[in-house]
C-alpha cells in the first residue's frame, strides 16, 4: 500500500486514515497477458461478458436466504455459516473465516484462477462455476420446499378448533364400537355452555340411542368432543335432532389403517426434513403425537396414554446436533461463490482500470472501508479532491450533475474520475 499512499499528499493520507480503513489489495498480475493483442480485445469486451452473464451478488443473497430458510428455529446462528473457508493461504483453510476478514485480506487465488491464463479464460471458468452453483441451489431448494409444503399440508389438519382439525391424533380405538353390523359410535361437538343440557337430552334426541354411552374425550376453548353410541338406522334422525339442539356431529369413521397411514406420512416428513435439512435431528417421545409445534389447545381425556396435540419441544428428546446435506451444500458452496464473486470485483477493477488508464499497468487497487456510514460522504469528497485530475470531466460531473460525460451509459452517480466498484456484505438485509 506504501506505493499507493506516496503518491497522495501527506495531509489527505491522514483524512483517509481518519475515514477508513485502507488495504492493498492483490489484483491479478495479468501484465504478460495484456501483450497478447488479443487478451487487449478481450479486455474491452469483458465488462459486456460480466454484465451479460453475472449476477453473483443475487446468487448469494438468495444462498444466505436458503440458509436462514434451513435454520428455520436457529436462525440466530446464520452468520456463524455465512463464511468464506478456503479462500486463504492453505495453513489457514481449516480456519472460519467471516466475509469482512476474507475481503480484507484478499489475495488472487492463482491455483484455482491461473494469472497466466487468458482472462477470457478465467472469465469462462468463473461463469461455470457460479452457473453449476445456481443450478444446484434451484434443485436442491425446490426438493426443500416441496418437503416443506407437503409437511405444512399435513400439519394445517392438526390446527385450528374441533370443527376443523384432524381428529385421528386424538381419538383411539377404545372410544369406539367397532364392526359391529347394528352398532356404531359418532362424535359431537357440544358447545362449553352446553355441557349438561347434553348430558340430560343425548339419550332422548332419537329412539335407539344406548344409554349412557357418552363420554368426554377433548375439548378446546369452545367445547367439547363427545362419543354417543347408538343404532346405525337412526344416525339421520339423530344428527337432525342433534343440530336442532346446536349439537354437531362430525363426520368422523375410525378407520385404524388410514390413522397409522397418516400418521406414518407425518413421521417419515418430519424424519425426512430433520434428518436430511435441518441442523438440529430432533425425536419424538413414543407415544407422543408426530405434529409439529403447534401448541393447538386440545386435551384428550380418558386415557393417560394418549398423545396430547400441541406438544412442544420441551416434552421432545434431542438426539444431538447434526448438518443435514443441504446445510452442508449451502455453506460450501456459498463460500464457493462469494469467493469467486470477490474474485470477479478483483477482475472488474483490473479490467475497468486497463481500459480507463491504459497501458502499461500503473495503477493500484485499495480497498477502503468507511469507519462508519456517516463518513462515505465526506470519503468521496477528499477521493475527488486527490483524483479529479485522473478525469476532471466526471470530478466536475460530481459536482455538476447537469455535466454530461461523452458515451456514458451509467447516471452519473455511478462514475468517478477513479475506478470504484461497491461490496456490499449486508446479505441479509
Given amino acids: 500500500c506504501q506505493v499507493f499512499w506516496k503518491k497522495v499528499p501527506s495531509g ?35 465488462p459486456t461478458l460480466i454484465a451479460a452473464f453475472f449476477s453473483p451478488q443475487s446468487l448469494i443473497r438468495r444462498m444466505a436466504q436458503s440458509v436462514v430458510d434451513v435454520m428455520e428455529d436457529s436462525k440466530g446462528k446464520v452468520h456463524e455459516n455465512l463464511l468464506a473457508n478456503g479462500g486463504l493461504k492453505e495453513k489457514m483453510k481449516c480456519l472460519k473465516i467471516d466475509l469482512t476478514s476474507f475481503v480484507t485480506h484478499f489475495e488472487w487465488d492463482m491455483a484455482k484462477y491461473p494469472a497466466k491464463q487468458p482472462l477470457v479464460s478465467v472469465v469462462d471458468t468463473l461463469a461455470k462455476q457460479l452457473a453449476q452453483i445456481e443450478m444446484d441451489l434451484k434443485s436442491r431448494t425446490a426438493a426443500y ?40 359410535t359418532l362424535l359431537v361437538i357440544v358447545p362449553k355452555p352446553s355441557y349438561a343440557q347434553w348430558q340430560k337430552t343425548y339419550e332422548s334426541l332419537s329412539d335407539m340411542v344406548v344409554p349412557r354411552s357418552t363420554k368426554l374425550i377433548a375439548e378446546d376453548n369452545e367445547g367439547g368432543l363427545f362419543t354417543v353410541t347408538l343404532f346405525r338406522k337412526v344416525i339421520d334422525d339423530f344428527k337432525t335432532k342433534a343440530k336442532e339442539n346446536k349439537f354437531t356431529v362430525r363426520e368422523f369413521y375410525y378407520d385404524e389403517k388410514e390413522i397409522k397411514r397418516e400418521r406414518e406420512e407425518m413421521t417419515r416428513l418430519l424424519s425426512d426434513k430433520k434428518q436430511q435439512y435441518q441442523t438440529s435431528c430432533v425425536a419424538l417421545k413414543k407415544g407422543s403425537t408426530t405434529y409439529r409445534d403447534h401448541k393447538v389447545k386440545v386435551t384428550p381425556l380418558g386415557n393417560p396414554d394418549r398423545p396430547t396435540a400441541g406438544q412442544t419441544d420441551r416434552e421432545r428428546e434431542s438426539e444431538g446436533e447434526g448438518e443435514g446435506p443441504l446445510l452442508r451444500w449451502l455453506k460450501v458452496n456459498f463460500s464457493e461463490a462469494f469467493i469467486a464473486w470477490i474474485h470477479i470485483k478483483a477482475l472488474r477493477v483490473f479490467v475497468e482500470s486497463v481500459l480507463r ?18 463518513a462515505t460522504k465526506r470519503l468521496r469528497e477528499v477521493l475527488n479532491s486527490v483524483f479529479h485530475h485522473l478525469d476532471e470531466v466526471a470530478a466536475a460531473s460530481i459536482l455538476d450533475a447537469s455535466v454530461e460525460i461523452p458515451g456514458l451509459q451509467l447516471s452519473n452517480q455511478d462514475y468517478f474520475p477513479y475506478v470504484y466498484f461497491h461490496i456490499d456484505l449486508s446479505l441479509l438485509d
Fill in 357 to 374: 488508464y491504459g497501458l502499461p499497468v500503473n495503477f493500484q487497487a485499495v480497498l477502503l472501508q468507511p469507519h462508519k456510514k456517516s
Fill in 12 to 46: 489527505d493520507t491522514v483524512t483517509f486514515s481518519s475515514l477508513s480503513l485502507n488495504l492493498m489489495v492483490m489484483s491479478p498480475s495479468s501484465k504478460h497477458c495484456l501483450k497478447d493483442r488479443r487478451t487487449r480485445v478481450a479486455c474491452r469486451q469483458l
Fill in 145 to 184: 420446499s416441496a418437503l416443506k409444503m407437503n409437511l405444512e399440508n399435513l400439519e394445517k389438519k392438526s390446527t385450528g378448533n374441533l370443527f376443523t382439525r384432524t381428529l385421528s391424533d386424538i381419538v383411539s380405538k377404545e372410544d369406539f364400537v367397532l364392526d359391529s353390523e347394528y352398532l356404531i
